[in-house]
């Protein structure tokens, strides 16, 4: 199997303290149990990835114990025991197992390694293979492999809990940390625009973190019943969250947005004209590209903004996640100038 990492917030301590820290963010239930502490700076130091910063530190706090917080790195621990044969990963997604079909396997395998899993790990109640993606709503054809026939779960990334149906709208764990990074970055006060929300997971980790109006556009009506009913479960929300089922084409806003998220990597550029016609000046757009070379969009990204008069300074470039042995996601935080030149630190 291979090795995983992901971002999540983090608490530093001096080595010596590390011990005294890890009882007790244990006792306090803040440890993020699916990711591995690590020592830093040859030993000195020792990052906790936790699962609220803000409780943790405080804690901390109470009890006069020197820390940071942090964003870190960290290496996934394995859980699930180690599958023989073709079929090597899957996801988990709630109590659902999701397998995707590669070149080589033949179901067969799919369907052994499924029960395999599914045997191991009581929690997990079904299991499906996950074949091509169709439309733009990018709603995968399922195989039952093993298990319950359901499809409908709750997933859980931070203190978030996301309503997900793998056969009606798109949902893929692997953006947790990307979904956290942008919440942590929004400020209290935002107007904040997701043109393609899907389940709506951006707006969810905005509002229960940011006293934020977050809109979630989607043409798919399924995304947004979801989004709901995660509305619903995830009790006091700091934000607003308004769903609007709507092509992010034909958008009909008379208001301008201090932060735009566009997460739709294989179309997301298309998409740029309307962001610029409505995003504040000194506003931000986060844009989401599926590419094998990130260079050549970062040209393409400026010259698209110049034409519609929209002027960027690039914040970062960051690589979301693999997708194919030769293309990655990744995304490009762009603040916009109105009246300023396109520059690339
Ligand atoms: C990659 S998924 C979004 C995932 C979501 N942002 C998340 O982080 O979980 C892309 C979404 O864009 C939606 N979509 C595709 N074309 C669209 C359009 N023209 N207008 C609005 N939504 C669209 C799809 O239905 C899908 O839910």
Redesign the pocket.
Known sequence: MEETYSESEAIRVEARLAERVRRLLRKYSLLNTRLKPKSTEGGKYVVFPIVNSEKASSILEDFDIPHEVVIDTFQAIKKAKRLRGPVKSYKVVGDIVVFSRRAGPPIDAYIEAAKKVLEDNPRLKAAWLKMETFG???IPKLIHLAGAMKTETVAKEYEIYLAVDIAK????PR?AAE?YRIAELVNDGEVVL??????G??PLHIAKRKEAVVYG????LE?LLLASKSMKINKKLKGIIILINA???KLPFKIQFDRIIM???RNSKQFLYQACKYVKDNGIIHIYLLTDYIEVELEDIMKIMLKEDCKVQIEKVKKVLDYSPSQSIYVIDLRVKKNGENTHE
Not at 217 to 220: A, L, T
């Open positions: 733009e709503e990018r709208a798109y949902y893929n953006l979904h997701d043109m393609f929300t899907g389940i997971a951006f556009i989607d043409v798919n995304g092509d992010a084409g997460n739709l990597p």
